[in-house]
Structure formats: C-alpha cells, structure tokens
C-alpha cells in the first residue's frame, strides 16, 4: 500500500468552488471531490503554522502547553513511526519554516527529503545591495522578510522556478520513479497559497479587475483599513495563487489516472489552517479570534481500501486524526498518546469520533465546537494569565529562547504524554491577549458566517463541560483551567458563569484620583497596556501615568494621552508592539 499527501498552507475553504464559491477557479478541486469523500466540518486544533505541524506529527493537541517549536523527545512522530516499521517515507517542501530554529526537527523524521527554496523571506538569495523594492501599502512590520522576499523573486521569474512549482515538480519524480514499489508514504508540501500571494500573470489574468493603488499582495496580519478596491484586489491575488494550487494538484490527480494508482494508493488532501480576507474585517490568521474560516478546513480523503467517492461526511474531525489514519492504514500500531482516531469508519459510514473539538493557539482563547456551536473562552485575568510554556526544546520560530526568559524556570512534574520526562515550565511571553476580544458564542446553525456572537449561560454551561473533558484528556496545565476561570471537572452552573463575568467588568477599572476620568474607552486602553508590563511595576506605571496627565494640567484622558504615555516611557521594541496592537485590537 501507498499513500501520498498533497499538503497546502493558509487555504481558505470558501475560495474552493466545491465548497460553494462561485468565482474562484479551481476545477481540480472539483475534480478532487468526485473522487474522494469531502469532509464538511474538518477544524484545525493547534495554530498556526508549526503547531499544526506537530498535530499532524503526533496525533494530538499541543496549544495548552507549547507555542510555536520542535518536535519534542517525546513525542510520537507519524512519519517516523512508519519509517521504523519498514514504510518509506518521503517529504518535498518549500516551507521554509522547517529551516529555522522552530521547525528544525520535523523534516529529519522522514526517510528521506527534499526542499524548494524562495517563500516568504526564505533567507535564500544573497544580495548585499539593496533591490529595486516597489511602493507598497503593507512593509512596515516586515523587516527583513519584505526585503529579502524582493531579492528572492529575481530569481522566480518563470512559472516553473517558483517554490511551488519546483516542489511538484519533485513529488512527481518521486511518484515516477517509485510507483511500482510497495510500502511508501510521499507528503507533497507547498507554502502556497500563503502570503505573500506571489504568482504569475496567467494566474492573475483570470481575474481581470480595476486597480490603480500600490502594489499590494502581502497584506499585514491587523484590521483591515484598506477601501473596498484595495480589498478586492488583495482577494483576486489570493484566487490567483488558490488557481496555481489548483493547477499542481491537477498534476496530481493526472498521475495517479495514468497508472491507475486508485486501486492500491491512499490519498490526503489537506491544508493546516484558513486565512481571513476581510471577512470580520481582519486579514490573516494568528492575532484575532479564531474564526471558521481560520479553522473549518478543507479536507479530502480516497481510501482504496472502502472504494467511496464523490460522497460528503459531516462528522466532526480533526487534524489530529490525520497521523492514525495514516498509521491504520498501513498497519501500524497507534501509540496510546495519539489522542486522534482513524477516519476509517468516518469514511466507511460518517462514523461520529468525538463530541467536541478543542482548538486555538498558545496565550489564546481556548476554543470547543460541537459542530453547532463554536465556543471561545477567553482569560478572565486582564494579563492572560497564568501561562507557562512546556519545553525540552527551547526555540522560537526563528530563534532560541533569550537567556533572561529562562529566568525563574522550574521543571515540572512529567505529564501523561512525555515518557516520564520532566519538562522546563517557562513563564510565557503572549504577544496576543484575547482579554480584549471577550468570551464569544456563535451558533452556526442560525448564524453561519458567525456575524453574530451572543451569550447563553445555559449553552456555555454544557460547552464549558466539553472543553474541560477534552483538556484533561490532553492532560492540560491546570493553570489553563484557572487562565480561563473553569472548573477542572467543568461542572458549572449559571450562576458561576455570570459571577465571573461581573467580577472581569470590576476589575476593569482604573484609579487615577486628582479628579481625572477616562472618555468612553479609554480605560479599556490603558488596561490593556498594563496587561503586558510586568505586574511587580504596573503600580509605577500608574503612577507615571498620573505625573503625565497632572503635569499637562489633563482631567479627561483621551486615546490620543494613552498613546503620548506609551511612545514617551516605554523603550521602542515594547512601545511599536503596543502602539500597533492597541490600532488593531482596540481600534485607536
């Protein structure tokens, strides 16, 4: 038996015309679904990039311990579980992340593998002068990566040097040159279609459109501020780059017809997480509210094995299912830690796996959906906390751990899922803080594109104990529990819920005396800046603040004081990150 995945990277399901949109081109999905079973409500678990990763490795959530970082020692590797019971495995990538401190265990799991350089800022090209870089819209928060990305696309001028077309084009070979072997597993990676949405003209030509603006095919990841012609362009890059994906899955699809690889090769066609473009006037994927076109993902599936397609399955299931499918499938056992089921049945008879999944990224809401609801539970503490990272491997996406944050670190007791291994428990740095979005409730059956979020205590109640089941049996740090002020059994009653509501809307407040008030919404401003200054000097930090605004003879604080406050007294790293947060979140 064989089996390949075809995995892309941002992939917004609306963008595909099987799942219902009626402008974007992708004739090869449509394709894809008559020959494979559709899943309907398929959610993401850990995000963004890598976490997602690390699920698809190890079958199992990873958020409530560990942002963004290697495969741990004790982790169950899916690819190399196969590799070590005699299946073959073999990874094409152009995803640049499994380069960097962050990724750098991932790809070594595999038998074999092979990369495609040249995606977003892939630190690839040398150029020590700097290139001719166009008038763009979005490049203030990109460094380097904007900068280098221009280097790099002087040399990605064809079609057929392009990271995506490069990485087919070394997935095909592998296909060609192994189809009549037995026993191999070949995952096909493209970064595409992720930012920035670089892509040919005849891609582009498919959607003619009127624009006169800026260059514009990276947007930033904030809210979005652009007119609707600037809007609408950005969402025509992308369909251009979602029709390139198209066109390599194509290729795909025409190699498994010519050799007839139906009869003995699985297919996987998947992505890692969705992308917002304006829709609840975001764009990206990592610093708002987890929404459904974030986490309600594409997903297909051909097993040989059962002969069922162009068929449609509403069961809940989740990328963690990924690794024991794989694993069932070439009958391998599952390790116990594997907290994914097979989709065999699912496939076979829509067989329900779960009640609920968990989703969300380290520092953020923790999310559950029953497939109706999608419930997102925000800290009750304005500072997010208390949040420690969980690590023997100490790396951010791109760089190690400063030696100051390992100050304070202790070793925690091992957990259910680490081989008796005691872990660096890390306070954790969140650069998101879902405080300021609120405890959100969506029911999607009255309102699908969530337009609407309300609160039902009743509904939360039996939601709460969901969340709580499928934490414990993650094995979650009990302070997530207290993070986000529930019960570790769950059970809560009404009262409970709407207690802890009240006690947040009373802790937001501010006591500046002298006579000073905040205007409407300013308080929450200030709150918010408190929340990421440690709290052994947030009392300074008040007291400054009433300097500030006595010294300037102010009574009424306004927006336009919290801003001076920052730009004047926090130092500049700290004061950019807070300045452009406050513009996204708070809107200031």
């Not at 499994?98 to 799991?109: C, K, L, Q, V």
Request: net charge negative.
């Amino acid at each position: 038996m064989k089996a390949i995945m075809v995995m892309f990277d941002s992939l917004n399901k609306k963008y595909l015309s099987v799942y219902g949109n009626s402008w974007v081109k992708t004739p090869n999905f449509d394709r894809l679904a008559k020959k494979t079973v559709m899943f309907e409500n398929f959610y993401a678990g850990s995000l963004p990039c890598i976490p997602a990763r690390r699920e698809l490795h190890t079958g199992r959530y990873n958020f409530l311990h560990r942002s963004w970082g290697p495969i741990e020692p004790y982790d169950d590797s899916m690819p190399e579980i196969l590799k070590k019971n005699n299946v073959y495995t073999h990874l094409v990538s152009d995803h640049m992340h499994y380069w960097e401190d962050g990724g750098a265990t991932y790809h070594n799991r595999y038998s074999t593998w092979e990369i495609s350089r040249g995606q977003e800022g892939d630190h690839w090209k040398g150029n020590v002068e700097d290139p001719n870089i166009p008038d763009s819209i979005c490049k203030s928060k990109l460094n380097d990566l904007w900068r280098q990305d221009w280097v790099n696309r002087q040399y990605l001028d064809k079609e057929e040097k392009q990271p995506q077309a490069v990485t087919f084009k070394h997935g095909l070979e592998f296909i060609e040159k192994n189809r009549k072997q037995d026993n191999w597993f070949l995952q096909i990676e493209t970064f595409d279609p992720h930012e920035p949405f670089f892509t040919q003209k005849k891609y582009k030509d498919l959607y003619p459109h009127e624009y006169n603006g800026k260059h514009h095919d990276w947007p930033d990841y904030s809210k979005v501020n652009e007119d609707e012609e600037t809007v609408q362009h950005v969402k025509c890059e992308y369909a251009a780059l979602v029709s390139m994906c198209d066109n390599y899955l194509g290729k795909v699809l025409d190699i498994m017809d010519r050799y007839d690889m139906w009869e003995d090769t699985m297919l996987i066609v998947n992505t890692d997480h969705g992308y917002l473009l304006g829709e609840h006037e975001w764009w990206g994927k990592n610093i708002q509210p987890f929404y459904n076109e974030i986490v309600n993902l594409p997903f297909f599936i051909w097993d040989p094995r059962l002969k069922l397609k162009n068929e449609k399955r509403d069961a809940l299931v989740q990328t963690i299912d990924i690794a024991p499918t794989l694993l069932e499938f070439f009958n391998v056992k599952i390790p116990r830690d594997m907290e994914g089921k097979s989709l065999r049945d699912t496939i076979l008879n829509n067989k329900k796996i779960r009640e609920g999944a968990l989703f969300g990224m380290a520092g953020g809401h923790v999310n559950v959906t029953d497939g109706r609801y999608v419930y997102m539970r925000g800290p009750v503490s304005t500072d997010n906390t208390p949040h420690y990272e969980y690590t023997l491997m100490p790396t951010h996406m791109n760089q190690l751990f400063g030696v100051n944050e390992f100050a304070g670190m202790e070793l925690s007791e091992p957990f259910s899922f680490s081989k008796s291994c005691r872990l660096m428990k890390i306070h954790s740095f969140n650069y998101i803080n879902p405080y300021w979005y609120g405890t959100m409730l969506f029911d999607l059956q009255k309102d699908p594109n969530q337009n609407n979020p309300y609160r039902d205590y009743e509904i939360e109640k039996s939601l709460i104990k969901v969340m709580a089941y499928l934490m414990k049996s993650n094995d979650a740090p009990i302070e997530q529990y207290k993070r986000i002020g529930i019960s570790q059994d769950g059970i809560m009653d009404t009262e409970e819920i709407e207690k802890i509501e009240i006690e947040k809307s009373d802790n937001e407040k501010v006591e500046l005396g002298n006579n000073i008030t905040f205007e409407k919404g300013t308080e929450k401003a200030f709150l918010f800046i408190l929340s990421y200054i440690p709290k052994q000097k947030r009392t300074q930090m008040i007291d400054l603040f009433k300097m500030m605004l006595i010294e300037m003879n102010i009574t009424l604080v306004t927006k336009k004081h919290i801003k001076e406050f920052v730009e004047k007294t926090l130092p500049s790293p700290m004061n950019m990150m807070l300045l452009n947060f406050m513009k996204q979140i708070l809107e200031i």
